[in-house]
């Protein structure tokens, strides 16, 4: 090669520029996700359209369930995951109904809340111990949903209600997925959620089933392709960066939901909306940054985001993960 040779271009990104890609397209992904619910939502119940969620995200990733055979169903933790599955399902079906009648960007707004309950609840029903910092961004983050939600100055609509129940019950429903981490692998987990939440998905939308035409089951497809390709990303994007990186970008959400709720269903966010989702968004991610940070002194054991926006059951990390420390008390 001579000097002035042009050497060959770098055919990889950095760790933090893919991590934050792919949290941006992760972003995209629901927003878009949403809108196609709210669209099949005006001739489908909301309960149907959650079960074809699960029935073509478990479609998507039934190769890879395939591949593993029977072995990863192998467990002893049944009535926990029958747990899981049915806290999964009832966070789901909240969160599906409250979006099909609340504003796109309320939603996003309202959904970063998840963190900040499971925060909470992993103090009090897993001994963890939140000091200081993040108690304060907890406190910024609920007073930011209060913002929005304005009790007692405007009348607080179902749909914001659901999208804040659904995400205290994922909450829950996170802290029992922490609890089988220390002992199942990520393969068992999902297999599992999708056992129990397509039955109980399918019993809440059977009193309000209508067979979907052609053109509903493209939509449906399309909703339930997107969503599992959106989470498949966002887990991806923790894995590839540290929470400094990525989450971040996880804020286009809400300018994503505002935009689209703008040019298809001519909702426009008004001030409370963007100045509660700023406060919950930063509260949520401080409290993102510093339990990643947490995880990788080894004074936090391992577990799953809980930034999830469906409450759909997430992908699975690689088979030959090593399975997590057990969780200390220390942090």
């Not at 397509?198 to 035409?213: G, Q, R």
Request: aromatic fraction near 10%; proline fraction near 9%.
């Amino acid at each position: 090669m001579t000097d002035n040779a042009i050497p060959p271009a770098r055919s990889r990104l950095s760790a933090p520029l893919a991590g934050a890609l792919l949290m941006a397209i992760a972003a995209a992904s629901f927003s878009i996700m949403h809108a196609g619910i709210r669209h099949v939502a005006g001739d489908m119940h909301p309960f149907e359209i959650a079960f074809f969620r699960v029935f073509f995200g478990f479609v998507v990733l039934a190769p890879v369930f395939m591949r593993q055979g029977w072995a990863p169903l192998r467990t002893t933790k049944i009535k926990l995951f029958g747990a899981r599955g049915v806290l999964n399902a009832i966070a789901m079906l909240m969160f599906f109904y409250g979006l099909v009648i609340t504003p796109l960007a309320t939603v996003a707004a309202l959904g970063f809340t998840a963190p900040l309950f499971a925060t909470v609840l992993a103090m009090l029903f897993l001994g963890e111990v939140v000091r200081l910092r993040r108690w304060t961004a907890i406190a910024i983050g609920f007073l930011g949903a209060l913002v929005i939600l304005r009790p007692g100055i405007i009348e607080i609509g179902l749909g914001p209600l659901l999208i804040v129940a659904s995400a205290v019950v994922w909450s829950v429903a996170l802290m029992i997925i922490k609890m089988l981490t220390r002992t199942e692998s990520s393969v068992t987990i999902t297999a599992y959620a999708s056992i129990f939440l397509a039955p109980v998905s399918l019993v809440a939308a059977w009193p309000f089933w209508t067979w979907p035409n052609a053109e509903q089951l493209i939509w449906l497809a399309a909703i339930g392709g997107i969503g599992t390709i959106a989470q498949t990303a966002m887990n991806q994007s923790f894995k590839l960066a540290d929470a400094s990186a990525v989450l971040p970008v996880d804020f286009t959400k809400l300018l994503w939901a505002s935009a689209i709720g703008f040019a298809v269903f001519d909702e426009v966010p008004d001030v409370w909306t963007w100045t509660g989702g700023a406060m919950i968004f930063a509260s949520a991610t401080y409290i993102g940054i510093r339990e990643s940070r947490l995880k990788k002194a080894g004074t936090l054991p391992p577990s799953p985001p809980s930034t999830a926006v469906d409450r759909a059951p997430p992908p699975h990390s690689p088979p030959h993960s090593p399975p997590p420390s057990p969780p200390t008390n220390e942090r």
